[in-house]
């Protein structure tokens, strides 16, 4: 994929990727995470069923983070792009790449920053009111 700037843009499915490049692409993001909780990070790389990211050569830039059963239903997690790098459809991308890998008869549900509010009916999205949340304490 290229963006406006001239860059071709990678995607990858299940490339590796490190405690400290995930939580770069978190702060560089605006994304709200532990990112300076390292083993936390790493944990969630490991238990994450999919991990789809964007790279701009050897530097990641977006990542969608999601846990599923790849049968009923997927929950993503973390969808993050680099400030330097939104608006050019590389979120979009790693949805539509999550869609592409769950198939059709997987509900794809997220939980939205309130900032984001107005980007996920943009990329397809249904807003929902019937949900709940017990909250993490830490």
């Known amino acids: 994929m290229s963006i ?3 860059k071709r843009i990678d995607f990858k499915m299940e490339a590796a990727v490190t405690a400290e490049e995930l939580s770069d692409v978190f702060k ?3 994304i709200r995470r532990p990112v300076d909780d390292l083993p936390r990070l790493q944990r969630m790389i490991e238990h994450a069923d999919l991990l789809i990211t964007a790279w701009d050569e050897q530097r990641l830039v977006g ?6 059963d790849f049968s009923y239903c997927c929950y993503l997690s973390d969808l993050a ?3 330097e790098y939104q608006k050019q459809g590389i979120g979009k991308e ?5 869609q592409e890998q769950i198939g059709d008869e997987v509900v794809l549900l997220l939980l939205s920053a309130p900032a984001a509010m107005d980007y996920y009916p943009r990329v397809g999205f249904d807003k929902v009111e019937n949900g709940y949340i017990i909250p993490r304490n830490k």
């Open 63 to 68: 990542v969608a983070r999601a846990v599923t």
């Open 28 to 30: 560089k993001s605006g």
């Open 81 to 83: 792009v680099n400030k």
């Open 94 to 98: 790693l949805i539509r790449l999550v």
């Open 4 to 6: 406006s700037n001239g």
